[in-house]
């Protein structure tokens, strides 16, 4: 991540009462795309500290779907994380819409058949833990905006796009194919989203997301830009944004990290 607390961004921390760790129930889960899954959990979430573009929270699975997850840990400092070299029981994920009257999030999880998490969504059931949102992410005002990632970031652009001011904004979308893009859905007219299908690449492995900067012509005035995708598909990224736009006008967040298990967010 390029940017932290620059005076175009921003975080409000959140108390650790509101940020408390909360048993929610899945209540619904369905399918956005071919790829994408959301399960809408059930709890004590009124006050869910959920404001910005790209809040997330940590999501503790249980062993195997149905079971009972573990409770997280917490301490003066936060929460007890496992001993090195033992597997984390949490992911982080964006809290895609949260309805605070009814007491319920939800959360929208890649499909990708793998891992703690990837087996869970297959069959999203029971009870999980969150913990989380600890802050939340707040930009100025600019004249326009360059927003990008891949599928794990889909949710976070779909807040972007929500709350941004009716300017120019700029989406770059890397998918795995044109199925994919069922997900955003119809768009505000002063947003306009190009698509870049892998067809048939494995994630993170392509320069789509670099390409597509490349191409960007940006318009006039003063912009930000914002991307989440995994780390090293980014390096390239943050090299040319940083050519086209201020330091403190750039933030990137390495949402994953190729070949390594229990990384970033989703």
Do not use: K
Not at 104 to 125: C, K
Not at 156 to 172: K, M
Not at 173 to 178: G, I, M, P, R, S
Not at 199 to 206: E, F, H, S, W
């Amino acid at each position: 991540m390029v940017v932290r607390d620059a005076p175009i961004v921003s975080h409000v921390e959140h108390t650790p009462e509101a940020s408390r760790p909360r048993r929610v129930e899945v209540v619904e889960a369905r399918d956005l795309t071919p790829r994408m899954r959301r399960v809408r959990l059930a709890g004590d979430l009124q006050d869910l500290p959920v404001a910005g573009p790209t809040d997330h929270a940590r999501v503790f699975f249980p062993p195997a779907p149905g079971e009972e997850p573990p409770e997280p840990e917490l301490n003066a400092r936060g929460l007890v994380v496992p001993p090195a070299g033992l597997p984390r029981p949490y992911r982080e994920y964006t809290l895609r819409r949260h309805d605070p009257a009814a007491g319920v999030v939800e959360i929208d999880l890649v499909r990708h058949g793998g891992g703690l998490a990837g087996t869970w969504a297959e069959d999203p059931r029971g009870a999980l833990w969150l913990h989380g949102p600890r802050s939340s992410l707040a930009v100025e005002t600019r004249d326009w905006y360059l927003l990008g990632g891949d599928e794990t970031a889909l949710p976070a652009l779909a807040r972007w796009i929500d709350q941004l001011p009716t300017v120019p904004v700029h989406v770059v979308a890397e998918v795995a194919d044109a199925a994919e893009e069922a997900y955003l859905g119809d768009v505000p007219p002063h947003v306009t989203v190009q698509w870049c299908h892998r067809d048939g690449a494995a994630p993170g492995t392509t320069t789509l997301l670099d390409d597509a900067v490349a191409a960007f012509t940006p318009p006039a005035g003063e912009g930000f830009a914002w991307m989440g995708a995994e780390a090293g598909a980014l390096r390239p990224v943050r090299r040319r944004l940083r050519a086209l736009l201020p330091t403190a006008a750039v933030d990137l967040d390495g949402y994953w990290r190729r070949g390594v298990e229990g990384t970033g967010l989703g």
